[in-house]
């Protein structure tokens, strides 16, 4: 019992860092120019939860970070259930894919940042890698969201005024359906790719903390 509430306890305290370091973040951080938020490394005390207790307790973690980014997020994912946000009418369904891909799938699936614990022998590399498959699988809950729900910005995005000559080639060679995914992950990798890399830097210097970066269950 006292192993399970010390475990409930870390969890809370490190999903509050979580949530700490990306509203901090949004303060001191400028949004991207076209769209999107690095966070001051958000995203490594979850997966520092996986490494610590194991993937299965990192994936209940991370189900409830998804919870807590929900709440964050109110005024959007109230406004997806609203008549307008995806198109004419009130679009019920594109909203709940909309949540549970860019929300409850992206960020549980951070849970499974502890992967390469028994695997690797250096705690670092081993944070390292799975911060990288963590935040990997994030991104391809947001590709997937971007693609399914606003593949239709497309054309405006890679042709807006300020985008590189090469997103207008894009919409003239690509077919729409190509298109749709190419913004997906173009949108999107735009933070996440910068967000993979900082997170993974992190935690290599994280692992050189003593006692921090080891396995308690």
Not at 21 to 32: D, H, N
Request: glycine residues 10%.
């Amino acid at each position: 019992m006292q192993t399970k509430t010390k475990r409930l306890t870390e969890s809370a305290m490190l999903i509050a860092l979580a949530v700490v370091l990306e509203l901090v973040g949004r303060t001191v951080i400028p949004p991207m120019p076209f769209g999107g938020q690095l966070t001051l490394c958000a995203m490594l005390p979850i997966v520092l939860i996986s490494y610590r207790h194991g993937v299965k307790w990192g994936i209940t973690a991370g189900f409830g970070y998804a919870l807590v980014q929900m709440a964050l997020g109110a005024d959007t994912v109230s406004a997806a259930f609203q008549p307008g946000y995806f198109g004419d009418g009130t679009m019920i369904m594109n909203a709940i894919i909309m949540c549970a891909l860019d929300y409850l799938l992206a960020y549980t699936l951070l849970g499974i940042g502890g992967c390469f614990r028994n695997k690797l022998n250096n705690n670092g590399v081993s944070l390292m890698c799975g911060s990288l498959a963590a935040l990997s699988c994030r991104y391809v809950a947001h590709i997937l969201s971007g693609y399914i729900l606003f593949a239709g910005w497309a054309e405006w995005f890679f042709t807006q005024e300020g985008f590189p000559a090469w997103g207008a080639a894009l919409v003239e060679s690509l077919s729409p359906q190509m298109l749709g995914l190419t913004y997906s992950i173009v949108y999107n990798g735009m933070y996440m790719v910068p967000e993979m890399i900082l997170t993974a830097v992190a935690a290599v210097l994280l692992a050189k903390i003593p006692g921090i970066v080891v396995k308690v269950s």
